[in-house]
C-alpha cells in the first residue's frame, strides 16, 4: 500500500533548512510525492501540465532569471507558481527571495526554506530521501538480518526459530534490522528496503526469556537501521511425504510489492543448524551473483562424466 505524505517538519530537519517565512505554520505542511520541479519554464510564463504537488526548488538560473524580471511580470507569475497546493520552495546555495516572491507566499501561505549546498546535491538529497519516505509499503511478520552484506528475511510460523537463527547470527558478527514484524518498501522497481518499525528497532522476543536489547548486549555494530532484501528464506517444518530440493537447479520466488525475491524452503528438524543454513544460503547467493553455480558445475560434471 501507499505511504502516508511526509510531514514537512521532517525535510526541514533532515536537510537541516532555514525556515523564512516563520508566520506560516510548516506544522500542517505536507509533502505528498518524492518528484520535486525546478520552475524554469513557469518562471517564463508556462504553466500547462505544472503540478502544484510538488516541491519547488530555486537555484543558481532560476534565481539569476528571476533578478531579470519585469516588475509588472513577477507577481502574476508568482501568484501561480505558489499555489496554495505546493508544500514548499526551497532556494539553495544561501539565496534568498525578492520582496514580490516573499509577499506573494505569505499571501498564499507557502512556506519559503533556504539551504548552504549547491542545487543539485540538494535535489539528489531530497528525491532519495522522499522515495524512501513515499514508497509503497507493507509490514510482514518475519525477521531481517544483513549476512555479508546481503539483506536475508526469514519468514515461517511463530516459533518455529526466526529470532534464535537471529541472535546466533548477530553472535557470528553479522547484524540485525528488525525482529517479529519488517516493513517493506519498493524504492525503485528492482529495489526492496526492510526497516523496523520504531517502536520494536533494535529488540528481539525469545520465548521463555522476553525481550532484549541486541543494540545494548552486543553493541552498535550488531544492528542496521535499512537493509534491502536480496534472498528469502521461509521456515518450516520438516514433512516426510514432501520432496525438497537437493540440488538447487531451478530458483524458487516468492514476491513482495510487485517485485520477485529469490525464496530458499528450509525444513526444520531437532538438530539442524538454522544460523550456519542462513549464512551457507546468503554466501551460496553471493557467489551466484558473482557468476559461480555450484548446482551447475555439479551438473555440468555429471554431463561430462557420462560422455567419457
Not at 534565481?63 to 539553495?92: H, R
Not at 499571501?107 to 539551504?115: D, H, M, S, T, Y
Not at 526459530?161 to 557470528?172: D, F, N, P
Amino acid at each position: 500500500m501507499a505511504a502516508k505524505p511526509v510531514a514537512l517538519t521532517e525535510l526541514i530537519e533532515k536537510m537541516n533548512l532555514s525556515n523564512l517565512t516563520p508566520e506560516i505554520d510548516v506544522g500542517e505542511k505536507q509533502i505528498p510525492v518524492p518528484e520535486i520541479n525546478r520552475p524554469a519554464l513557469q518562471l517564463t510564463g508556462f504553466f500547462e501540465h505544472f503540478d502544484k504537488s510538488r516541491m519547488e526548488i530555486i537555484g543558481l538560473v532560476e534565481y539569476t532569471y528571476m533578478q531579470q524580471m519585469d516588475e509588472d511580470k513577477k507577481e502574476g507569475i508568482y501568484d501561480k507558481l505558489l499555489s496554495p497546493q505546493v508544500p514548499a520552495v526551497i532556494f539553495c546555495r544561501n539565496l534568498e527571495p525578492d520582496p514580490i516572491f516573499y509577499a506573494t507566499a505569505m499571501k498564499n501561505g507557502v512556506p519559503i526554506l533556504k539551504a548552504e549546498k549547491h542545487t543539485s546535491n540538494v535535489m539528489a538529497e531530497i528525491i532519495r530521501w522522499l522515495n524512501v519516505k513515499l514508497a509503497p509499503c507493507i509490514s510482514i511478520h518475519g525477521v531481517l538480518v544483513d549476512v555479508n552484506g546481503q539483506g536475508i528475511l526469514l519468514t515461517g510460523e511463530s516459533g518455529i526459530g526466526k529470532s534464535e537463527a537471529a541472535l546466533e547470527l548477530i553472535k557470528r558478527g553479522h547484524r540485525l534490522i528488525s525482529d517479529d514484524v519488517v516493513e517493506i518498501r519498493r524504492v525503485s522497481d528492482d529495489t526492496l528496503i526492510g526497516s523496523a518499525p520504531n517502536i520494536t528497532k533494535h529488540f528481539i522476543e525469545l520465548r521463555g526469556i522476553g525481550i532484549i536489547d541486541v543494540k545494548a548486549l552486543y553493541g552498535t555494530t550488531c544492528v542496521k537501521e535499512t537493509m534491502s532484501i536480496d534472498l528469502v528464506i521461509h521456515f518450516e517444518d520438516w514433512d516426510r511425504d514432501k520432496e525438497y530440493d537437493r540440488i538447487g537447479l531451478t530458483e524458487e520466488y516468492t514476491e513482495y510489492l510487485g517485485k520477485k525475491v529469490v525464496c530458499h524452503n528450509i525444513p526444520i528438524r531437532p538438530g539442524r543448524n538454522l544460523a550456519i543454513i542462513v549464512e551457507t544460503a546468503a554466501i551460496n547467493y553471493r557467489q551466484k551473483q558473482m557468476g559461480y553455480n555450484a548446482a551447475q558445475e555439479l551438473y555440468h560434471r555429471v554431463q561430462q562424466n557420462m560422455k567419457e
